[in-house]
């Protein structure tokens, strides 16, 4: 009679199919959040195009987000930063409640005009309901790290519509050894196919970018790519410096986060009101597809910059991959016209570049510029990630917290 196999080599296997299903729920979770929270953003969008007299509630609101924050929010206060944190040396894990704080905190500060994006609410909302079911479930520290990266590929993979860049993108930010990368990747998987399939099965259809517009690449162009990213390589290195800069700022005049996120709102109504910046509000998805189309200019990139800066450095919910988009685009685009190369082109580069260099993750970039955009210009995406990656320095956007500010 042939004994069973007990040896390491089925214990591995038998991890693997265990998290491959954990990662379905992780998916299934990360897909249903994600689905309603992009219903959500959009009609509050739609709210405040229609309702510009709405941007004056965004102090109040600031105020209102900060005093939750101070009374409620705990451990959750840390949002991606926290993610990352625990995926790097288990602490204490992600509270259930960092779900429903990214999920009303962002629609309501794109409702009253915040300018922010929507990756950091659906990879807060996933490491939440994941992490929260974990600690409930009893699982030792060790799976619910692997599965916080699972959280990660699912939330990112399921509001995007890029399951594939999902997975790439949870693998290469996630804080961890090589080891615990390739024991999450199962759950990263099925995560975020499911998630992705969830997003889609209850209704809810992501934007449709047009595909690359041309297909050559000539070689007295190669200077002029290497100046568009180039350039994005710097704003990649400037962006997250803008940010913590009105941080800093805002720390020196007040501890309470009520404050900071009152005083960051009036700053960004100040400007948008004077600089006429309604563009640059909100997730700028229409100044997005105008760049996308070869219609963009310095103004916008660096009122979107500033706005931004002042909307997430101040406190307010929300992230930082979509403004890397809609930054990335203008810019590439402005750029593109200044050394003759193909606007639209440039666009979709920067689009995708500029978050790979924000973010440190330039190979997730080049998977989402495939997964939008095509094959077609898959040099220029290597390439180009690649140089604005080596321009944009060693801060990016998805760092841990400091060791004084974890608990």
């Keep these: ?30 897909g249903l959040a994600s689905a309603a929270f992009l219903a959500s953003i959009e009609a509050a969008g739609e709210a405040r195009a229609d309702h510009r007299w709405l941007l004056v509630g965004l102090p109040l609101w600031g105020v209102v987000f900060g005093l939750l924050v101070h009374s409620f929010a705990g451990r959750s206060a840390g949002g991606n930063r926290r993610t990352m944190t625990e995926i790097n040396r288990f602490t204490g894990g992600v509270p259930f409640r960092m779900a429903p704080f990214a999920f009303v905190g962002t629609v309501l500060t794109l409702l009253f005009g915040g300018s922010t994006g929507r990756e950091g609410a659906a990879l807060q909302m996933s490491a939440g309901l994941t992490d929260g079911a974990a600690a409930r479930l009893r699982l030792p520290a060790y799976d619910r790290r692997l599965l916080l990266i699972a959280a990660l590929a699912g939330g990112f993979g399921s509001v995007f519509g890029v399951p594939f860049a999902g997975v790439v993108f949870a ?55 290497l100046v568009v990213s180039v ?50 509000l909100g997730l700028s998805l229409p100044l997005l597809d105008q760049a996308l189309a070869g219609h963009a200019d310095l103004r916008s990139f660096v009122l979107k910059l500033v706005l931004v800066g002042l909307t997430l450095g101040s406190g307010f919910p929300g992230g930082e991959v979509t403004p ?8 590439a685009t402005t750029v593109a016209g200044w050394v003759d190369v193909p606007q639209r082109v440039a666009a979709r580069l920067g689009f995708v570049a500029l978050f790979g260099a924000a973010a440190n993750a330039p190979v997730a970039a080049i998977v989402l510029g495939v997964e939008l955009f095509g094959w077609r210009q898959l040099p220029l995406l290597v390439g180009g990630c690649a140089v604005a990656r080596l321009c944009s320095g060693s801060h990016h956007i998805y760092e841990t917290m400091e060791p004084e500010l974890m608990d």
């Design 231 to 280: 350039a994005l390589g710097f704003a990649a290195f400037v962006f997250p410096q803008v940010i913590e800069g009105v941080r800093f700022v805002l720390l020196k005049v007040s501890g309470h986060p009520a404050v900071r996120a009152g005083l960051g709102a009036l700053a960004v109504v100040v400007v948008a009101v004077v600089f006429s910046g309604w563009d640059e």
């Design 171 to 225: 693998l290469e930010v996630s804080p961890t050894t090589v080891r615990s990368r390739l024991a999450a990747a199962p759950a990263c998987i099925t995560a975020a196919a499911v998630g992705h399939v969830t997003v889609l099965a209850v209704g809810v259809t992501h934007h449709h970018y047009d595909p690359f517009l041309t297909s050559k690449l000539h070689a007295g162009d190669l200077w002029g790519w």
């Design 1 to 30: 009679m042939t004994r069973p196999v007990t040896g390491p080599e089925t214990h591995h296997l038998v991890d693997v199919a265990r998290l491959a299903v954990f990662g379905i729920g992780i998916g299934a979770a990360s």
């Design 324 to 331: 890397t988009f809609v930054l990335g685009a203008t810019l």
